[in-house]
Each structure stands twice: as C-alpha cells, then as structure tokens.
C-alpha cells in the first residue's frame, strides 16, 4: 500500500500498528510484536493500561486542551505537583513540554537566563560528554556527543564541548579500581571547565545511566558524587537528564537517587507519560526557581502544547498506577531475572562483549572480539541485522550503534514495560536467542 508519510526510513515502510494488549502490539497483518523495548523505552505501562485509558477519556470530556498562556488545569498542576513531592531533594517545580528534546532545549535556556538573573552573563558555554545522546532538535544535538547523529548538522549546532563518559567496560585500565576510574573520568569536567574559563561555564549535562548510545551504561560507584563537587565549585549548573533512565526504568523513580546526589536541574519524558501522551518536563530547583521568581519574573521560553492538559491527566494516572501497584517492585525483580537470564544465555557468546544496566534497563555489546574488545566494522551494521532478525520474530529490541571516539559501536537495548512477568522475561531471551543465531 502506497504511503505518503515522510517515514524515518523512506525505502522499507514499517508496518502498520493497530492495537496493543499489554505488552503486544499487533499489526494490519494480524502479527503480533513483544516489546521489549518500550518503543523507545517509553511504553512502561504496556499498550493498553486502563487507568490511564480511563483519566484520558476523562480529562477529555472535561477539557482536553486549554494554552498556557491563558490558563492553568487540575491536571497540570497535580501532575506538577505529585511529581515535586516525589523528586529529588531540592527540586521545587516542574517545567512541562511534549518530549525529552524540548526538555532538554528549556533546560539550556533554563540555566542560560539563570545566569542572566543573578547577574553572571559571561556563563554561556555547556560541556556535555562524548557518545552521548540528549535529543534531536538543534541545541539538544549540539550537547549530544554522538557523531553519528551530528555529523550532517555539525554547521547549524551550537558551540558546546565534550569530556569523556563514564564507560568503564571501554576505558577503565586495567589494574584502575571502580573508585580511581570514576575520579579519573570525572575530573575532566573540572580541566574542560578551567579551560573554557571558570567563570564562562554555564551547565554541565549528563545522562545518569546511558541509554540511546551506549545500551544501558551505569556509571561506577562516587562518579557523579565527583561531578556534583565539582559544578558546586565552580558554580556550573548540572542538567540530568533522564529523559530515558527516568521515571522507575533503572528500580528507583529518579535514577539519580542511586548515586546520592541531585541536580540543579532534570528532564524526564519518555515514562512520564507511559506513551499514552506526548509529554516531558524539566524539573527545577528551589534556587533557579528563587532566581526567575525574584529577577524578571519570566521564563523565556514556551511552546504551544506545553502542559496540555490530556498529556498531563494521562501522566498523572500513569505515576499514580506505577506506586499503587507497586511496579518499581517488579523492575527490580524482573530486571534481575533479565539480567541473569542474559548472562546465562549470552554470557559466554563470542560476539557478545557486555552485558549491563539496572531494573528494566539492560544493555548487550556486541563485539567483533571479545578479548580485544574490537567493534565491528560499521559497514556490517550489525545492529540494524539484529533488530530486523528480532523484530521478523516478533520481538521489539532497540539496537544502536554509538560512538566510541568516532568509532561506532554495537548494542541491543531492553527496557520492556514495567509490567512484564517471569515469562514474558524467558520469552524475550528466546526470541533474542533465535535473532542472535540468525544473525551469528
Ligand atoms: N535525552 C535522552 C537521554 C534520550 O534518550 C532522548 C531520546 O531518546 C532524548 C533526550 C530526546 O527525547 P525525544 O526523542 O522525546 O525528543
């Protein structure tokens, strides 16, 4: 059937969906597809959640949208609201958008015009770390340190600079403990931030366990205590973003709890709104809150969907149907099982050089060679043959290819809905097991 949608991939149209069941997606064919990958981990309440069907429907027959410039709703202010009173200390307001890219783009502006208000104007410069990815729009590309999604644009994007990521399977030495490792890396920000001038440097952003380049990368233990030291030295604000790791995907709500620090500013998306809406957010702090509050009053910035009232009902009752059934409960539980279930079945696969990630989060390297580490040559695009091989099998799984220094690498991304049970695990590591073969 002919399509005149501009698809991401113009030369195979992907087929069409229809409905989904739990954690299914069926198609006009009548095939149906496991998710085991959120989409993009975003679907972690399945296709078909009724409370969130339920206080759509009604936000709906009440008002569906009403633009922020006008108006507040219930639904955003106690969306707002349980999202405050579930945040990590020290965020005091949530900012809403329609997805991780905008949030990330208001995060910037954000702490730009932070330090317009308190009086520092020569803070304009964001260091961000290389194979990194924090969106597709122009400054959310230009923080991004993945080369692969630059390089065309590389004339149009802003002037930001890159450290290192914290990825130890690549580039802790040998010999270098977690903890030396983890100070080592960290301490780039603080070279990169005497370099560009101390006083010049506005943000540093970050992804507390890396999600679209790297396949599910946590960091080593005292990491991003570090970086807090640092930003807090030398007044740089600190984005996290978890637009991906966010929202219960790695076992706690906010992935940043696991390291025991916070940010002065954090965007989510993705979970927030389970996939029933389109919607993100950047969570704020008391002090740049303080700061626009107390100075022009104004946030520079704003879209016409920003806070749409259905997306906020939908992601309200989404949290709210995470906490009453408990299911971070489940990520834990379940993302053990994925892990140990990889580890058995992959473990020792010769293409196979990592296995990684926390909760429902889990990451697979792929290698040419697992002493050496080697990648395999792009040209192979092994990841594209792994998600084809999967998804002609009926499983979803998320594959990328990041970059290592210009260097592509080879991962395979789960994050299935948080709803997932002990067989839906054993059967997404079946069907990975048959694309792995078809491929190897
Ligand atoms: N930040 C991170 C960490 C992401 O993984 C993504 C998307 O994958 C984004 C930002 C951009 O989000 P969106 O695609 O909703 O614009």
């Known amino acids: 059937m002919k399509s005149h949608v ?27 597809y496991l998710d085991a990958c959120g989409g993009a981990a975003v679907s972690c309440l399945g296709h078909s959640d009724p409370a969130v069907r339920a206080a759509m429907h009604a936000q709906i027959d009440q008002i569906a949208y009403a633009h922020s410039g006008f108006f507040s709703s219930d639904a955003m202010e106690e969306l707002a609201d349980d999202l405050v009173a579930h945040a990590p200390e020290g965020i005091a307001k949530a900012y809403f958008v329609s997805g991780g890219s905008e949030a990330i783009e208001a995060s910037l502006k954000m702490a730009r015009q932070y330090f317009l208000e308190i009086g520092q104007p020569d803070r304009k410069y964001v260091i961000a770390r290389r194979q990194s990815y924090h969106g597709n729009t122009l400054g959310a590309l230009s923080v991004g340190g993945n080369m692969w999604r630059r390089q065309q644009f590389e004339p149009l994007l802003i002037n930001a600079s890159h450290i290192a990521p914290c990825y130890a399977y690549r580039d802790q030495l040998a010999g270098e403990t977690d903890v030396a490792y983890g100070l080592r890396v960290a301490n780039e920000l603080e070279a990169a931030i005497l370099e560009l001038g101390a006083g010049s440097v506005a943000a540093f952003v970050a992804e507390p366990v890396v999600g679209a380049t790297s396949g599910a990368v946590a960091p080593v233990p005292g990491y991003f205590k570090r970086i807090r030291e640092i930003c807090d030295q030398y007044g740089v604000l600190l984005i996290l973003d978890e637009v991906m790791c966010g929202m219960g995907r790695t076992g706690t709500l906010h992935a940043i709890e696991q390291e025991g620090i916070s940010g002065d500013l954090q965007t989510i998306a993705k979970g927030l709104g389970a996939g029933y809406q389109p919607i993100g957010a950047v969570l704020v702090s008391q002090k740049i809150d303080d700061a626009i509050a107390s100075g022009s009053g104004f946030f520079q910035h704003g879209h016409t969907y920003q806070g749409h009232a259905t997306a906020c009902a939908a992601a309200l009752a989404a949290q709210r149907t995470i906490r009453e059934r408990d299911l971070l409960t489940n990520v834990v539980k379940q993302g053990e099982l994925l892990a140990d279930g990889l580890h058995d079945r992959f473990g020792q696969h010769p293409f196979v050089g990592d296995i990684r990630g926390r909760g429902l989060f889990r990451g697979v390297e792929l290698v040419a060679d697992r002493e050496t580490k080697e990648v395999f040559d792009p040209a192979r695009k092994i990841n594209a043959k792994i998600k084809k091989a999967a998804f002609a099998r009926g499983l979803m799984a998320y594959p990328m290819g990041g970059t290592i220094d210009g260097v592509r690498g080879d991962h395979v991304l789960f994050a299935p809905p948080f709803i997932v049970t002990e067989d839906d695990v054993a059967k997404i ?3 990975f097991e048959l694309a792995m073969n078809n491929v190897f």
């Open 6 to 32: 501009l698809h991401r991939n113009s030369l195979t149209p992907p087929p069409r969906a229809v409905s989904g069941d739990g954690i299914y997606i069926t198609d006009a064919q009548g095939k149906r």
């Open 429 to 431: 590591i079946d069907l």
